[in-house]
T-cell receptor, first 113, second 113 residues
Framework: GENVEQHPSTLSVQEGDSAVIKCTYS??????FPWYKQELGKRPQLIID?????GEKKDQRIAVTLNKTAKHFSLHITETQPEDSAVYFC????????????FGKGTRLHILP | DAGITQSPRHKVTETGTPVTLRCHQT?????MYWYRQDPGHGLRLIHY???????DKGEVSDGYSVSRSKTEDFLLTLESATSSQTSVYFC????????????FGDGTRLSIL
């Protein structure tokens, strides 16, 4: 079955700098890759997603890149702000073959003042 | 926000007692999921459902059972609660796992003393 590895487990960046979180997946048939943000005590919420027919997607300060050949995808947050402090999860699934999305173990992002 | 309601939101109970958590959705989505979240383990899938009366096990299903008699309700039961089942439990729904993101409920904080 699919396996998703996420790195790093913890990341600290200075406010205003960029943060990058990387994930790799094992099944080359995976074609849908959502990212979730979870603030302390809250539920995970979708922040951005990408499908395998697209190499990059941006939404304001957030971008996701996908390298299908290498089977990895990354979340990029630019001009980080205190409210970006949270746990981020990547995930992967396969269209018409899976009933579930496989999650990485999460990255705790700290934005330092 | 997706129409997902988890109940109760908090529960404290004793070892050996039965516990049932309820997830109710108003989105008419086919797929429903139960996860537990513990520090250092991310989101771990307990059970999921792909339709009324259709359920399957996740990676940490031991000690848990589920039922889905109606599209809108997915129940998670701990037949005889143990302290190792102290956790935060999230329900999630999805219309199409291969194409669409999951949406999570607000979680249930369960403490087994």
């Amino acid at each position: 079955g699919e396996n998703v590895e996420q790195h790093p487990s913890t990341l600290s960046v200075q406010e205003g700098d960029s943060a990058v979180i990387k994930c790799t997946y094992s099944d080359s048939a995976s074609n849908y890759f959502p990212w979730y943000k979870q603030e302390l005590g809250k539920r995970p919420q979708l922040i951005i997603d990408i499908r395998s027919n697209v190499g990059e997607k941006k939404d304001q300060r957030i971008a996701v890149t996908l390298n299908k050949t290498a089977k990895h995808f990354s979340l990029h947050i630019t001009e980080t702000q205190p409210e970006d402090s949270a746990v981020y999860f990547c995930a992967a699934s396969r269209v018409n073959r899976d009933d579930k999305i496989i999650f990485g173990k999460g990255t705790r992002l700290h934005i330092l003042p | 926000d997706a129409g997902i309601t988890q109940s109760p939101r908090h529960k404290v109970t004793e070892t050996g007692t039965p516990v049932t958590l309820r997830c109710h959705q108003t989105e008419n989505h086919r797929y429903m999921y139960w996860y537990r979240q513990d520090p250092g383990h991310g989101l771990r899938l307990i059970h999921y459902s792909y339709g009324v009366k259709d359920t399957d096990k996740g990676e940490v299903s031991d000690g848990y059972s589920v039922s889905r008699s109606k599209t809108e309700d997915f129940l998670l039961t701990l037949e005889s609660a143990t302290s190792s089942q102290t956790s935060v439990y999230f329900c999630a729904i999805n219309r199409d796992p291969g194409h669409q993101p999951q949406h999570f409920g607000d979680g249930t904080r369960l403490s087994i003393l």
